[in-house]
């Protein structure tokens, strides 16, 4: 089967990246003829209102589609509008995996509905449980509905491990404000052989027009926090998630901070992080699935992926590791379902 796999919007939010080159890879060891395609111009003309971009998706021959990610939200038609054209005269199969909300409230199930039955979606595997629940409570009688995770996790799978010199410790923090850690006798987190609690002032994102540009100032007062905890540790260092727009006094407010529109770096920083203290989902995501710890600081329902595979929310109370095993099950219970909707 002929599969395009949509990716996109790395450089806006490279753990995109992650479960996108998953699904991929997922995908071809399954013996399917899958190649990637960019994604759908819907956010750009939300933001530009412009009619002239052109979605080359039209220009593909196809057996099947995929999507991934949070695709079901209030503006999920508009977002979705020259992928619902096109499929008024193709019916091309659609398959969703990693899918989650970002609006769980039940005034959109109609629009969801309606989304899934334009689109011809066959498939949808869910990245956490209210997803899933939500979606089962809609009775979507010509969609499979799977309960499963995040791709990222899978990730590790089909990337072989570049080992960098030394164990990393990741802190990533670039939609709140970096917490304040403070070296104690006994606390929550340990960083190199020394014990840490820690303070953080917002666990709130920024919202509405606030968060375009408070990253772009709140440098200003974040550049020197934490200070004392990169001297003498060079294995202490921090990503940066969004590289457009660029702006180097955002993006290198703070010491040893990596920042691409590449996933490979990325990869290779979270395979080798021991420990990865984030806001990020898909930063401690790929941690965890890479065995290290990670620990979450925001209140984003996004969270819920991570529900998934360590089983409750103490993630964000103290680091935590995963059982790999539950990855593996995971992996080969999709396999399972995917093959009774696709066949070679």
């Known amino acids: 089967m002929r599969i395009g796999n949509v990716v996109g919007y790395w450089s806006t939010n490279i753990g995109n990246s992650f479960f996108q080159l998953s699904a991929e890879k997922l995908l071809k060891e399954m013996g399917h003829d899958v190649f990637n395609i960019p994604d759908l111009s819907g956010y750009a003309d939300l933001q530009s209102k412009s009619k002239n971009s052109l979605d080359l998706l039209s220009y593909y021959s196809l057996d099947a589609l995929v999507l991934h990610g949070p695709m079901f939200r209030s503006n999920i038609t508009e977002i979705m509008a020259s992928l619902l054209e096109i499929q ?10 990693g899918a989650g909300m970002m609006d769980y409230d039940s005034k959109y199930s109609e629009k969801y509905r309606d989304f899934i039955d334009r689109c011809n979606v066959k498939f949808i595997s869910t990245r956490d449980e209210a997803t899933y629940e939500y979606l089962s409570g809609m009775n979507l ?6 309960n499963g995770i995040d791709l990222a996790f899978f990730l590790p799978k089909f990337y072989h491990k570049n080992t960098l010199k030394k164990e990393l410790i990741v802190l990533n923090f670039d939609q709140i404000d970096e917490p304040k850690f403070k070296e104690v006798d006994s606390g929550e987190i340990q960083i190199n052989h020394q014990s840490f609690t820690y303070r953080v002032g917002n666990k709130s994102e920024p919202l509405k027009l606030f968060k375009k540009f408070a990253p772009f100032v709140k440098w200003i007062w974040q550049r020197d926090i934490n200070r004392e905890l990169l001297i003498n540790h060079d294995n202490i260092l921090r990503t940066e998630h969004r590289y ?15 920042a691409s529109d590449h996933p490979t770096g990325y990869i290779d920083i979270y395979s080798n992080s021991k420990l990865t203290l984030s806001n990020r989902v898909h930063a401690c995501a790929l941690t965890l699935a890479n065995g290290g710890k990670a620990m979450y600081f925001s209140n984003s329902k996004r969270a819920a992926l991570l529900d998934r595979v360590v089983g409750d929310d103490s993630y964000t109370e103290k680091p935590v590791r995963i059982n ?9 219970n999709l396999i399972k379902a995917l093959k009774n909707v696709i066949k070679d």
């Open 88 to 97: 008024v005269d193709r019916k091309i199969p659609v398959l969703l995996l």
């Open 141 to 146: 009688s010509n969609t499979v509905l799977h």
């Open 244 to 258: 457009n727009p660029y702006f180097g006094k955002k993006i290198y407010s703070k010491s040893r901070t990596f």
């Open 324 to 332: 790999s095993s539950i990855i593996e099950d995971e992996y080969v």
